[in-house]
């Protein structure tokens, strides 16, 4: 019989272990929340693009000297800047011009990982390097993350309406523009607390899957936000232990656990689970 006791605090008697379970639930919960709103408002191509485009930024920023993230948030402004100027002076469609971008900028990180001497394996930027976080790394994502965090939160009603209806915002007094640079702004910073923890390829991933697991089970934003960080904070849990003890990639293990939450949202949930709906229909058949 299994000890659980034992089961769950074996691996915290190793110091890399508990550094890469916070830092992963940190970026989990950052992500979650954010997801709610990219979800609603639709921008999750725009959540791939800027993942995707801070690869070359990190190279950069490890081939001089500076720390990872301080490439990573320029890089993905700078994505957010050059898909809003083809927007802007072009005819190119918002998914087109977002295709270009964050594209050419991943073959651009990936041609610079290929020439960029280096003591260290670049491509964990791509997969993931929970287990590799150091204290340092560790303050870096919790202070970003925190940050990040408290943001969303104190701006969630501005956030909320902008998402639902950005023709009342503006008309009530809000900065519509503001709130959209906003909402960028944090899309990149999230994208910096995420990669130490799954890596770009599956950064899209944690911004997407919390938010329409959510979106499935609770029927208002606040419901949302609460679901999406519960979700996304057990997957944390569960795949961080999977990985340990499975030998399993912990970014993937983190994933994969967050798509059986969404199977089960899918399935079982009360807005528009397959299987819900089913029973449902049957009950009003049956009855008199």
Known sequence: MIDLVAWLTDPLQYGFMVRALVSTLLAAVTC???????VQIGWSLMGDAVSHSVLPGVVLAYAIGWPFAVGAFLFGVGAVALIGGIQSNT????????????????ALGIVLIS???????LAHILFGNVLGV????????????????????LKRRDFTLFAFDPLHAHAIGLNT?????????????????????????????????????????????????AVATAA????????????????????GSVVLA??????LAFLFGPRGGVATARLRARRSLVSP
């Open 232 to 251: 996304t904070c057990v997957a944390a849990l569960v795949g961080v232990y999977v990985s340990f003890y499975a030998d399993w990639s912990t970014g």
């Open 32 to 38: 979650g929340l954010l997801s709610c709103w990219l």
């Open 91 to 106: 005819k190119i469609k918002a998914d087109a011009a977002i295709g270009v971008v964050f594209t050419s900028l991943f």
């Open 258 to 263: 967050q798509a059986v939450l969404f199977c």
């Open 177 to 225: 523009r503001l709130i959209r640079v906003m909402l960028l702004g944090l899309l990149a910073l999230t994208v910096v607390v995420t990669l130490q923890a799954v890596g770009i390829v599956l950064v899209v991933a944690m911004l997407i899957i919390p938010g329409a697991t959510a979106y499935l089970v609770a029927r208002s934003m606040a419901g949302m936000l």
């Open 115 to 121: 020439v960029t001497p280096s003591q260290i394996d």
């Open 134 to 153: 150091g204290p340092g790394d560790l303050l870096q994502v919790g202070v970003i993350g925190l940050f990040t965090c408290s943001v969303l939160l």
